[in-house]
């Protein structure tokens, strides 16, 4: 038994996908969530780059005494397969790319998988990597679709809305042609455009979320570990940003709904 928080990170808040789903299965769990939305998108960055970022969101969270570490984010889970960002971390973590890729080996019955990603995330190859590890017989078709982080942090996530829509036509073409029947939605950001991917691919396809495989793999872990929270009350929700705290409080709620536990503050990290 563990009372410790969880901490969970993103580059903005397509993380929050992860705390929704660890809410729904672990509603007595604390959680402090940081969004570095003063420097979103990470997904643009080299590598070093993100490392570093990523290296002072851990610090941040770590100063928090979290008990588990969980990269919400496909952009940093992508560097930390190249870069040594967990070297000095010694509490459980875990970023999106494994739990991810293995509910999509999971759920594909004509062995074609799609991914879509930030343009680090594709250009690392991760998921198609971790695809090809547990089944090397399965065809990856990977598409970088950088717009769609600016479109889901400035609000433009309606099913209807013609810019996103247009804009997915065009990233998905290749996912249409290919024949993919399991689609990776390898940015936390992407679940937030659901309605838009799944109408443009058509029902038969299965999307799979990174965000919420990862909450799923932290339920199992805690669970092995005998970490889970006793608590019998609600947990909280301290969730950080790095910038402004009014537009991070109205896409946030986009994402989790109205959340009552939820208190929300600016940091500033050290750098
Ligand atoms: N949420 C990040 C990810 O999952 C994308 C945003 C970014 O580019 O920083 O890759």
Redesign the pocket.
């Known amino acids: 038994m563990n009372n410790d928080p969880i901490g969970v990170f ?3 808040v ?2 929050l996908t992860t705390v929704k789903e660890l809410v729904k299965l672990l509603p007595h769990e604390n959680i402090v969530y940081l969004g570095d939305t003063a420097r ?5 960055k080299s590598s070093t780059t993100i490392a570093t970022y990523a290296k002072q969101d851990i610090n941040f969270l770590l100063g928090h005494d979290v008990k588990m570490l969980l990269v ?5 889970s992508s560097a930390m397969m190249h870069e040594p960002i967990f070297e000095n971390v010694t509490v459980s973590y875990s970023g ?1 790319v494994l739990p991810t890729a293995e509910a999509a080996c999971k759920a594909t019955r004509n062995k074609r998988i799609g991914v879509l ?2 343009s ?2 594709v250009k690392s190859q991760s998921f198609a990597n971790a695809i090809k590890a547990i089944d090397p017989g399965i065809e990856v078709t990977s598409k970088a679709c ?1 717009m769609f ?1 600016p479109l889901v942090e400035n609000g433009y996530t309606d099913r209807d809305c013609k810019v996103t829509k247009l804009i997915a036509e065009e990233y998905l073409e290749i996912m249409k042609k290919n024949e993919v029947d399991t689609l990776i939605l ?4 992407f679940p937030h455009l659901h309605d838009i991917i799944q109408d443009t691919m058509g029902s038969d396809v299965k999307l799979i979320s ?1 965000g919420a495989e990862l909450a799923r793999f932290a339920v199992d872990a805690l669970t092995r570990d005998n970490a889970l929270s006793d608590r019998q009350t609600e947990g909280q929700r301290k969730l950080y940003c790095t910038d402004s705290v009014e537009l991070f409080t109205e896409t946030a709620a986009t994402f989790l709904g109205k959340d009552n536990n939820a208190q929300i503050a600016k940091c500033i990290l050290k750098t």
């Open positions: 993103d580059s903005g397509g993380g979103v998108p990470y997904g643009t919400a984010c496909g952009t940093i999106v990603g930030t680090a995330t950088p982080v390898g940015c936390t950001h990174s």
